[in-house]
């Protein structure tokens, strides 16, 4: 039995035992995790998603947070400008190895869904952002003038001097 993921962007055709680099998910080594962003299911039968297959998930476990290889990107500008630069860049990656293909029931299974570190940032962030509590306007008791931290007076400003005859 194979499916196809959809997860960091990317699509994936997979079946029992594979390993996959896939985009940083938010998991440790050791985790098991759950993608329910499954595009097609394929076996006996062939089952197409529109746009998801309902009910269908891939389980995997995760080996290790690692880097792919590093990509360099270099800039040479022309004509006058005798300027370049210089940039690399290593992709965070999660290497996984699938474990099973759930065709339907993966609401039951309880395992941790996968998802990535810009969703958990996201999360995070929203979880965070509790509505503040709105107060009655008759439980604020009015304030006194006295009460009001004092006004610095400004200074008058100069007077003109007289006009020269």
Do not use: C, W
């Amino acid at each position: 039995m194979f499916a196809v993921l959809k997860t960091g962007g990317k699509q994936y055709k997979v079946q029992a035992g594979d390993v996959l680099r896939v985009e940083k998910l938010a998991a440790i080594a050791g985790d098991k995790i759950q993608f329910n962003d499954i595009l097609m299911v394929g076996g006996d039968t062939l089952t197409v998603g529109v746009p998801f297959v309902a009910g269908a998930a891939v389980q995997a476990e995760v080996i290790d947070q690692i880097k792919g290889e590093k990509v360099i990107h270099f800039v040479k500008r022309r004509r006058k400008h005798s300027s370049q630069r210089t940039k690399g860049h290593r992709q965070h990656l999660t290497l996984v190895r699938v474990t099973d293909v759930i065709a339907a029931g993966s609401d039951a299974t309880g395992v941790m869904a996968a998802t990535g570190t810009a969703d958990a940032r996201r999360a995070a962030h929203n979880a965070e952002a509790a509505p503040v509590p709105v107060v009655d306007a008759a439980e604020k008791a009015p304030v006194k003038a006295a009460e009001k931290a004092p006004v610095k007076a400004k200074r008058a400003p100069k007077a003109a001097a007289a006009p020269k005859e």
